[in-house]
């Protein structure tokens, strides 16, 4: 009777462990608690987590708390089939809101900011507010804006007499085309970091775009003219290598250019002896350049439990990171809101080069179309092969073209169930 007894408690005291840790991951079941899902699992989490640390320590009525979650999208998908669990507020990515709208899993954002008046698009970054903006309901507010960019080493100008490049902040294809044979052996002109940002940027720059009459467009004489520019570089030897790190080899001095991303300010800034810049992302002409962009959007996913109360406190927190996100720009992102980016503060950060005048930050382009994740997939899988010569270029547009199209069709499919 005593062994059944302490099973009982055993099972008891599991169910009750369980039970918390799955309250600990889940939603916003707890009234005086904001559930705040992001999917930000590198560096830039910490600072998230200081963001929400600061707020909290103003006593407001509800708390946040913010939950890093890998994997984010495929667990959103399994808390709205649910119904249990589904965080109170999310980050998300631009490129996402087309989608989620169309599936009726948003929630517009006008109730939760209804009670802060100066949040409103004319304090963001244009394209950061717009993106979402569907239909005239606006979905989500944005944090930020991060950014294809270009770094350079400022020595390796120097010592190739190409600081020149720098002066109207467009380097030109030809610009670097123009440095053939003259660069010592292992040592290049630019890398291949990002290089599927590179290209979409390369599509805008030649007055492209990636769909026509809402269907994707992928196999498309811009396509082909953006790839055809991007490999000229590599055709001349002036990349880095198919399969070497860029990256890397930027860190390390051998690499003039690395177009990476805002975010690799920081980990380029630990590294001893690199002396390095930013600027825009290369193109064919001056006349015109485009730094590929996305941004993360804080947004409401559909949950029928969250109170009005709760909706009110997601206001006055995204009111607080309005005015407080400096602390975000140590994450190497381009802070949405103009209260910071305007301030002398924000100077300091390199990435305030992007919003230093109307052209940069026209510049920064988010696509906005509901079948660009796709795209950017098939992209990002063929680009480094069709750049560095591995494989034919018109039969890999083919490719990609249908890539595209068979994810649409799986999706709708698995949609329709």
């Not at 100066?118 to 963001?124: G, L, S, T």
């Not at 010592?184 to 291949?192: P, R, T």
Request: aromatic letters at 10%; proline letters at 3%.
């Amino acid at each position: 009777m005593k062994v059944l007894k302490k099973n009982w408690v055993i099972s008891l005291l599991m169910l009750f462990v369980l039970s918390t840790v799955l309250s600990a991951c889940g939603g916003g079941d707890d009234k005086k608690t904001i559930t705040f899902w992001t999917p930000l699992t590198g560096d830039d989490g910490a600072y998230m987590d200081q963001l929400v640390k600061d707020y909290n320590a103003t006593n407001p009525e509800i708390k946040v708390k913010h939950v890093i979650t890998a994997d984010m999208y495929t667990k959103i998908s399994t808390v709205l089939n649910s119904g249990k669990g589904v965080p109170d507020l999310a980050i998300i990515h631009a490129d996402r809101v087309p989608g989620f709208v169309k599936q009726g899993v948003l929630e517009s954002i006008d109730t939760a900011i209804a009670g802060q008046p100066e949040i409103k698009a004319e304090n963001y970054l244009p394209q950061a507010w717009s993106t979402g903006t569907i239909d005239n309901t606006q979905y989500t507010v944005p944090l930020d804006i991060h950014s294809n960019t270009m770094y350079y080493n400022k020595d390796l100008l120097k010592k190739y007499n190409a600081e020149s490049f720098l002066d109207d902040d467009v380097v030109t294809i030809d610009e670097m085309l123009s440095l053939q044979g003259k660069m010592e052996e292992n040592q290049f002109v630019v890398n291949d970091a990002l290089l599927g940002w590179v290209i979409l940027a390369q599509v805008q720059n030649l007055n492209g775009d990636i769909q026509e009459d809402g269907k994707p467009a992928v196999n498309t004489p811009v396509m082909k003219q953006a790839f055809e520019n991007v490999k000229k570089i590599a055709d001349a030897g002036l990349m880095t290598p198919f399969g070497e790190d860029g990256y890397l080899m930027f860190q390390s001095g051998n690499v003039l250019f690395s177009t990476d991303g805002t975010w690799a300010s920081t980990a380029h800034a630990g590294v001893e002896g690199l002396n390095f810049g930013v600027t825009n992302i290369y193109s064919p002409t001056p006349d015109k350049f485009t730094n590929r962009s996305s941004s993360h959007l804080f947004a409401m996913l559909k949950n029928e439990k969250r109170t009005d109360e709760k909706e009110a406190g997601i206001g006055a927190f995204l009111e607080f990171i309005r005015e407080n996100s400096l602390e975000w720009a140590k994450a190497g992102q381009i802070v949405a809101s103009k209260q910071v980016n305007e301030s002398p503060e924000y100077e300091q950060y390199m990435q305030s080069f992007f919003t230093s005048n109307e052209k940069e930050i026209e510049s920064l382009y988010i696509y906005t179309y509901e079948y660009y994740p796709y795209i950017a997939e098939a992209v990002d899988t063929y680009c480094a092969d069709i750049v560095h010569g591995n494989v034919d270029l018109d039969e890999t547009l083919v490719t990609m073209q249908k890539f595209v199209e068979d994810k649409i069709a799986e999706n709708s499919k698995s949609s329709t169930k």
